[in-house]
C-alpha cells in the first residue's frame, strides 16, 4: 500500500510569518504526525499550491484536477483549506480509478492543540478501505461531497439536510 | 454514525503508578484524543478489563467475546495490548453483524510522543468505511487477524509472509 | 510571594487570525504554562497593549513605564516582543522599589514547540531572586539591560562585547 | 556561565518500562526540555543514580554529597524524587561555595502534561541568581531546605508553619 500526500495549502499548513525576525517553520509536519503514528506503509508528499482555500480559483482548481488525475498512485490524500473544500471535492468527482479523501484542519498543525494530526490519521485508515470515489474525511467522518457542508458557526462539517 | 470504543488494556492505557506519592492519572485519555480531533460522530467507552495483553487468559478472551458480541452499536473499536493483539482478533474473528477494529499503542497514550492518537484515529477511519469483520489497525495500516503478525524485533505489525 | 505578568505583545502572545474562518485562540495561554507548571504562588496577569515591539511608539514606552511604575506588586515579569526587548528593559531602569523581569519568545507560545514556557519559568525562578532592577531572562540566561542584545541572525539574546 | 545538571533518579526520569516488548526510552529528556528552551548557557549533565527516593539510603545521600562537594562547576541542579527531596536538600547544606537548587516533577517529564519542563527552567532562572547554597525549587517556588515540607495529600511543596 502506498499513500500519496498532496497540499493545496489551508490552515493545516499555516505557519506564522514573523517580517523582522529570523523565525522561520519548515516544512515537515506532515512527515512529523507520519513519524508519530510510527507509519510503514509506504508514502510521499507533494505540493500543488500553498493558498487560503478561500483565494483559489477556477484555474487553481482545474490545476488541482489534472494534478491528480495524473497521479499514478491509487491512493491519495489532499490537504485543503476548509472553507472551500466541499467545492474542490465536488469539482474533483469525476476522477476515476483513484480513491481521494480530503482533509484539512481548524488549528494550524504546528499548534500545540489542534485537529491535524486526527484528521490525517483518520483520512490515512478511510483511504485504503473507501472504494473509489472523492470524499470528505473531518470531525472524525467521512462524507461525500454532495453530502457535506462547513457549518461555519459551528466550526464543523456536517450532512446537508435531506430534502 | 456511533462508535463504541471498548478497551481491555495493554500499553495505550498504561499510566505510571508509585506507590507512596499521590500522583493518579485520571482515565479520560480517549476523550482529550477525540476532542483534540474535534470529532462529532456519537461515541461511548467501555472498559472490559486493563491487563497486559501478555497476561489475558482463555477466559478473560472468552469475556472479550461475550462483551462486543453482545454489544448492539455496529461499530466498534477495541483498545488492546499490542503482544497479543492477534490472538484476541482471531478469536473473535465468529463475530457476526459487526465492525470491529482493534488497535493499540507501543507507547503510552499519556506520553509526549505517542502512537496512541494517530492508530485511534486512524481506526475511527477505518471502522465506518469497511464491511463487517475483525480487523488490525496498527502502524497506519489496516490487516485482517489472518495476515497481521507483530514483529516484536522492529516493534510494528505486519503481514504473515504468504505461502 | 506574588507575581504581577504584565504582556506588552510580542510574537510570544501571537495567534494566527483567519480572516472568514471562525477559528479563534482564547487567551490565557499564561494561565495553562502556570498550570502545568503546578505553581502554587499568588499570581495575576494584566494586558498593556498587544504590539509587535517593532511598533512600540515612545509613547507606547512610556505607558509601559508608568503602568509599571504604578504597579504596587514589587516582583513583576513583563512579557515583550524580542526585537525591541532591550529598547524597552533600558526605558524602564529608573523604576525604583520593584524586579522586572522582561521575557519573551521566539516562537508563539500556542506552538506544539516554543521557548515560550520555558522562558516564562525561568523568569519566574529568576525574578524572586534577584534584587530591586530591571532584567532581561532569555535563552535560559539573566541579562541586564545595559549588556544585553539580540543576535537577530542567530535568534538569540547575547552579551555585547566589552570594550 | 555553565550549568551542571545532575540527576539522583524520581519521577522525574520516571519511564515505562515493558517486560516482553521491546519499547525503550531514551535518556535526553532534559536535552530535549533545554533545546525546546533555546539555551545558550554550557551546559553538562551527569547521573549519580537512578532511585526512586522513597529508596535512597544514608549511603546513597553519602554518595550524592561527595559527587556535588567534588564537582568544581558552582552552578548545580539535583533532579531528584519528591519524597525525600527535602531530607537530601538538608543533607546537602554544609556544602560550601556552590549554589545547589534541588528540583524534580510529580508527573514524569516524558508525560505530555508534566510539571518537569517548568521545574527544570524555573531552576534554571533561581540558580543563577540565587547566592551559594542549598535550595527547593518546586511550584514555581525557591525554598531553603529548613523551611520546606511536602504536602503529600495536595501534592505540592510548601512552607513548614513558622512556630
Given at each position: 500500500m502506498k499513500i500519496v500526500f498532496y497540499t493545496a495549502g489551508g490552515t493545516i499548513d499555516k505557519i506564522y510569518f514573523d517580517a523582522k525576525s529570523d523565525y522561520q517553520v519548515g516544512d515537515p509536519i506532515l512527515d512529523e504526525i507520519l513519524a508519530e503514528g510510527n507509519v510503514t506503509f509506504a508514502h510521499e508528499s507533494k505540493t500543488i499550491m500553498k493558498k487560503d482555500s478561500l483565494d483559489l480559483t477556477d484555474h487553481d482548481r482545474e490545476l488541482i484536477y489534472r494534478t491528480i488525475d495524473e497521479e499514478t498512485n491509487r491512493l491519495i490524500i489532499l490537504t485543503h483549506g476548509t472553507d472551500t473544500m466541499v467545492a474542490t471535492a465536488r469539482h474533483l468527482q469525476?476522477?476515476?480509478?483513484k480513491v481521494v479523501v480530503l482533509t484539512g484542519s481548524m488549528?494550524?498543525?504546528?499548534?500545540?492543540?489542534?485537529?491535524a494530526p486526527f484528521n490525517i490519521a483518520c483520512a490515512v485508515g478511510a483511504v485504503q478501505t473507501l472504494g473509489e470515489g472523492v470524499y470528505i474525511c473531518m470531525n472524525g467522518r467521512i462524507f461525500t461531497p454532495e453530502e457535506a457542508v462547513k457549518n461555519v458557526d459551528r466550526g464543523v462539517f456536517e450532512k446537508l439536510p435531506q430534502r
Amino acid at each position: 500500500m502506498k499513500i500519496v500526500f498532496y497540499t493545496a495549502g489551508g490552515t493545516i499548513d499555516k505557519i506564522y510569518f514573523d517580517a523582522k525576525s529570523d523565525y522561520q517553520v519548515g516544512d515537515p509536519i506532515l512527515d512529523e504526525i507520519l513519524a508519530e503514528g510510527n507509519v510503514t506503509f509506504a508514502h510521499e508528499s507533494k505540493t500543488i499550491m500553498k493558498k487560503d482555500s478561500l483565494d483559489l480559483t477556477d484555474h487553481d482548481r482545474e490545476l488541482i484536477y489534472r494534478t491528480i488525475d495524473e497521479e499514478t498512485n491509487r491512493l491519495i490524500i489532499l490537504t485543503h483549506g476548509t472553507d472551500t473544500m466541499v467545492a474542490t471535492a465536488r469539482h474533483l468527482q469525476s476522477i476515476r480509478g483513484k480513491v481521494v479523501v480530503l482533509t484539512g484542519s481548524m488549528a494550524p498543525a504546528r499548534f500545540k492543540s489542534s485537529d491535524a494530526p486526527f484528521n490525517i490519521a483518520c483520512a490515512v485508515g478511510a483511504v485504503q478501505t473507501l472504494g473509489e470515489g472523492v470524499y470528505i474525511c473531518m470531525n472524525g467522518r467521512i462524507f461525500t461531497p454532495e453530502e457535506a457542508v462547513k457549518n461555519v458557526d459551528r466550526g464543523v462539517f456536517e450532512k446537508l439536510p435531506q430534502r
